[in-house]
Structure formats: structure tokens, C-alpha cells
């Protein structure tokens, strides 16, 4: 409450804003090969094209979920931790 008052901005952390811009590209890179996967659907590479982009774009959407429940969970317990004492 005190950074707010005196109008202190802390920057988010390097690591946070390298996982996002991380994470973004591999989501629009899978989107990109799905897309043509889909348009070259009939030819040999459109398949596999297609199978690649969707794994990228959902392994990328699950592990960033994973990363949020790990770090929830880490919060819960500091503060449940800290509760008992």
C-alpha cells in the first residue's frame, strides 16, 4: 500500500516477461502451422503440419496452467505455513 501512495512503480521481472513473450511466440508459431496445416490438408505435409502446430499450441496453453497451479500452491503454503506458527 505504501508503493501505491508515494506513486512507486516496481517493473514486473525479467524472467516473468521473457516466459510470456516465450511462451507467445511458441503459441503463434503452432497457430502459423496449423493454419497451413489446415490449408495443405490434402497434400502429404498438410497432416503432419496440422498434428505439430496443435501439440505446440496445447502443450504450451498446459504448461503455462501448470506453471500457475505450482506457484498458487507454493503461496498456499507459505501462507499456511505461516498461519501455524
Do not use: Y
Not at 524472467?15 to 497457430?31: H, N, Q, R, Y
Not at 489446415?38 to 501448470?66: E, K, P
Amino acid at each position: 500500500m505504501e508503493r501505491k501512495r508515494l506513486g512507486v512503480e516496481v517493473p514486473p521481472p525479467a524472467k516473468i516477461v521473457a516466459g510470456v513473450v516465450v511462451v507467445a511466440a511458441v503459441v503463434l508459431t503452432g497457430g502459423v502451422m496449423f493454419l497451413v496445416g489446415w490449408r495443405r490438408l490434402g497434400d502429404g505435409q498438410g497432416l503432419m503440419l496440422l498434428a505439430v502446430g496443435g501439440f505446440l499450441m496445447i502443450t504450451s496453453a498446459t504448461v503455462s496452467m501448470f506453471k500457475l497451479v505450482d506457484m498458487a500452491i507454493r503461496l498456499l503454503g507459505k501462507v499456511g505455513s505461516s498461519r501455524r506458527r
